[in-house]
């Protein structure tokens, strides 16, 4: 006799195999270019309008957990769904796969950047490839807040969370966990004004083979729940703790472990709100790159598929390379890269595998939508103060430093304008915005165009 109170059976997944799990999980890796957005727009044409693996509701109470989670909202999405379908195999599966194209990718072009940047056409091709990601930085702006600033309370936290994190200096994840509490109590008091939709609101559902169906593995147990965390704290913390031990707290691959360890605790918001905050301290803090480099290793990260923030590999590719001690330099630059890429995902699983039981008996739960709500009103000042970052130091020479009244920014020196610099930009702004030019071809033409300065003798 089937019992509507227990949990409905899901053997293999619904008739999904594991063998054809890998193969539309290997295409939609291949398949991610373009950031989260485009990655999370691929996923749900192909796993709920295509395959019709999971509902519409779904698949959004999913993103919704993944977009309040630190890291890449997009990988930890892959990796939810694909535990819902084949246990902790197929999260891992689907998570895996999602990052290995853009591992391999953003590896190889980190070693000829490192080699060979300096070789004239190349850097030609970086300075345009920066006008492109300084249009596409923008259009996410304009995108995200789109969706997310429904009234003007949303849009009074995005200008707050702006003002505090550009002007201020303050620390992002202070802003991100005031935005939250706003939010959870907003929606508690039963204030339309923090209803949350997540990333396109609700949707009657198609039928799908999961359904509502209760698999046995997504029930939350604590005692499953305590054994997973210690497993995967220990495959995360175990590494960082011998590396530091044996090289130090200082070591270059003692600080990358340490650094990217703590950013993948902080890091909420999305891979655009994750690059402001790695932005302000590998740049600032720990100087492993200079601003312009920050801003072609975002170029690597937008052209190749997988999570955006895999440019943080190319962060600690160069951190290595430049303190290699006894390692040859590349082999420093990539071991570094690895440990970078390595520390940054790890938590992922565990966020997923621990949280995502617990998470499945929420759906509907209208506090967790306003905090979500008011998260990515605030992400979206945060975009914002990106876009900026990203337009001083690509249009600009020089900058000086403010700093008075609790004032903390760098303001661009006006006379040190870039006039080819500001021309591609504002092509690539007209090319997005303007004519709906492709982001793939619009990377691809302002680097022809970078090149083509070169050539001529311009730049």
Not at 305 to 319: C, E, N, R, S
């Amino acid at each position: 006799m089937d019992d509507n109170h227990s949990p409905k059976p899901a053997p293999a997944a619904h008739g999904v195999s594991f063998g054809e799990a890998f193969r539309v999980w290997l295409r939609i890796a291949c398949l991610s270019f373009g950031g989260p957005a485009g990655q999370i727009a691929v996923m749900h044409r192909i796993l709920v309008e295509e395959k019709k693996w999971i509902s519409e509701s779904r698949f959004l109470h999913a993103l919704s957990y993944c977009t309040l989670l630190p890291g890449p909202e997009a990988q930890q999405l892959a990796t939810y769904v694909g535990w819902l379908m084949h246990r902790t195999a197929g999260g891992l599966m689907a998570g895996g796969l999602f990052i290995l194209p853009g591992l391999v990718s953003i590896m190889a072009l980190s070693i000829i950047y490192a080699g060979w940047g300096k070789v004239g056409i190349v850097e030609a091709a970086f300075f345009g490839l920066k006008a492109a990601v300084l249009a596409i930085v923008i259009e996410a702006v304009v995108r995200v807040g789109r969706r997310a600033l429904k009234n003007g309370v949303m849009k009074g936290l995005a200008i707050a969370a702006f003002i505090a994190i550009f002007f201020f200096a303050a620390p992002f994840p202070l802003i991100i966990v005031i935005a939250g509490v706003i939010g959870w109590f907003g929606a508690r008091s039963g204030s339309p004004l923090f209803s949350g939709g997540g990333h396109g609101g609700a949707a009657k559902d198609a039928p799908s083979l999961l359904g509502d169906a209760v698999p046995a593995h997504t029930l939350p147990s604590p005692s499953r729940a305590l054994r997973t965390a210690l497993l995967w704290g220990a495959i995360w913390l175990a590494p960082v703790a011998i590396i530091v031990a044996a090289l130090g707290p200082n070591h270059v691959f003692g600080r990358i472990a340490i650094f990217f360890s703590e950013m993948a605790l902080v890091t909420f918001g999305g891979a655009y709100a994750v690059l402001a905050y790695v932005a302000q301290e590998a740049v600032q803090t720990y100087r492993w790159v200079s601003p312009p480099e920050m801003l072609d290793g975002l170029g690597m990260a937008e052209t190749t598929p997988g999570p955006l923030i895999m440019v943080l590999q190319f962060v600690g590719f160069m951190a290595a390379y430049r303190a290699p001690g006894s390692f040859d330099p590349m082999t420093a630059g990539a071991l570094g890269g690895l440990l970078a890429t390595f520390v940054t995902f790890a938590p992922c699983f565990l966020w997923i595998f621990v949280g995502a039981p617990y998470i499945e008996k929420l759906r509907g739960d209208k506090p967790l939508a306003g905090a979500l709500a008011a998260i990515t009103a605030a992400v979206v000042g945060v975009i914002l103060n990106l876009a900026i970052w990203f337009a001083i130091h690509a249009i600009f020479r020089q900058t000086f430093p403010v700093r008075s009244l609790g004032l903390n920014f760098d303001a661009p020196v006006p006379a040190s304008v870039d006039p080819w610099a500001l021309a591609l930009a504002v092509a690539a702004a007209l090319a997005v915005f303007r004519f709906r030019v492709g982001m793939i071809q619009t990377l691809v033409g302002c680097c022809v165009a970078g090149v083509a300065l070169y050539l001529a003798g311009l730049r």
